[in-house]
């Protein structure tokens, strides 16, 4: 499987897939102890797959903080934030750091934009 086909799934239907995968693995490791031959590349297919599936939900995750954090920074300096001045200055830097992060992401991925 392949990231950007995971990324294109809703974050329920990964963690489900999730659960699968992590049962497989824990099946190959079974045979294995049971004596039965395993194909050592299945096992390193399925770790792989794993970290796939939680890089792709940790995406998310971040994507998620980032717009969570940039709505706070823009509520605060419309509010007045702290008193004029640096805090100010230094909200506007936030939320314009923010915005550079959430671009360079979509830039690198555009699938990263949908979330379930």
């Given amino acids: ?33 049971s004596g039965e031959k395993v194909d050592p590349g299945q096992k390193r297919t399925a770790r792989r797959d794993i970290a796939r599936i939680l890089t792709v939900l940790r995406e998310r995750d971040v994507r998620r903080d980032l717009e969570k954090r940039e709505s706070e920074l823009e509520a605060a300096q419309a509010a007045g934030g702290r008193a004029a001045g640096k805090g100010k200055e230094i909200a506007a830097r936030q939320i314009r750091e923010i915005r550079r992060l959430k671009a360079a992401i979509v830039r690198e991925d555009p699938g990263l934009v949908r979330d379930a």
């Fill in 1 to 33: 499987m392949k990231a950007k086909d995971l990324r294109e799934k809703s974050s329920e239907e990964l963690r489900a897939q999730l659960l699968q995968v992590k049962r497989s693995l824990f099946d190959f490791y079974l045979k294995g102890a």
